[in-house]
């Protein structure tokens, strides 16, 4: 069954360093999302993306968050200047096309730790 | 601001007994709802989609039923099995926007 892949499993930084988290959607999908989960806390949504352009964004996606397409595979959620609040696990998800196919698939996540 | 609470947050069963998570919702304008299983250290796994003007879905053993109007859902799993051990995580997509919020979870223990 295709799934969504993120790379690193684990990133360790030290605040102010900036990171870059990687995420392969499933192939036919047109929707993107990042969600983290901060140890012990409810998962919280990021940001959504579609058609190349940011389509949603919550409170925490301020100006230090980023993400982009660089290519028709990956998909990118970069953190400017990390802070220790900024550890958690993050989760990328993609959505297919269409109100027939609601379902989100999430990647397995990328455990950030910042020191 | 939609707000998901799920009850009991923590559950432990003994194999074969059918059980029922809960899960409540603040603002009934929702799209669709959907249930996760989460495994420690894991990404979520979508369980069961249910679309905002539908009342149930199934899945094998799962059962989930939607009331939007009162704002709950519940997650039936019947015959319970030791591989159901999981955190199950509820979460509403709320019409016109695209993203999920979400319960806190219900971490199942099934003993053997």
């Known amino acids: 069954e295709p799934e969504v892949t993120q790379t690193p499993s684990h990133q360790v930084t030290q605040m102010g360093q900036e990171v870059i988290l990687r995420c392969v959607p499933i192939?036919?999908?047109?929707?993107f999302y990042w969600y983290r989960q901060i140890l012990g806390q409810k998962v919280e949504f990021l940001v959504s993306f579609y058609n190349n352009e940011i389509s949603e964004k919550s409170e925490i996606f301020d100006d230090q968050f980023s993400v982009e397409r660089p290519d028709g595979s990956n998909f990118t959620l970069k953190i400017r200047s990390t802070k220790l609040e900024d550890s958690a696990m993050y989760f990328c998800?993609?959505?297919?096309?269409?109100?027939?196919?609601?379902?989100?698939?999430f990647g397995s996540g990328t455990q950030l730790s910042v020191l | 601001k939609q707000e998901v609470t799920q009850i009991p947050a923590a559950l432990s069963v003994p194999e074969g007994e059918n059980l029922v998570l809960n899960c409540s919702f603040t603002d009934s304008a929702i799209y669709n709802l959907q249930w996760f299983r989460q495994d420690p250290g894991k990404g979520l796994t979508s369980l069961l989609l249910?679309?905002?003007?539908?009342r149930e879905q199934t899945s094998g053993r799962l059962n989930a039923s939607l009331d939007k109007s009162s704002g709950r859902s519940t997650l039936y799993i019947a015959a319970s099995q030791p591989g159901d051990s999981a955190t199950y995580l509820c979460a509403v997509r709320d019409t016109g926007r695209r993203a999920l919020t979400f319960g806190s979870g219900t971490r199942l223990q099934v003993q053997p």
């Open positions: 998800a993609s959505k297919d096309r269409g109100t027939t196919n609601e379902k989100l698939f």
């Open positions: 249910i679309q905002s003007s539908q």
């Open positions: 192939s036919n999908h047109l929707y």
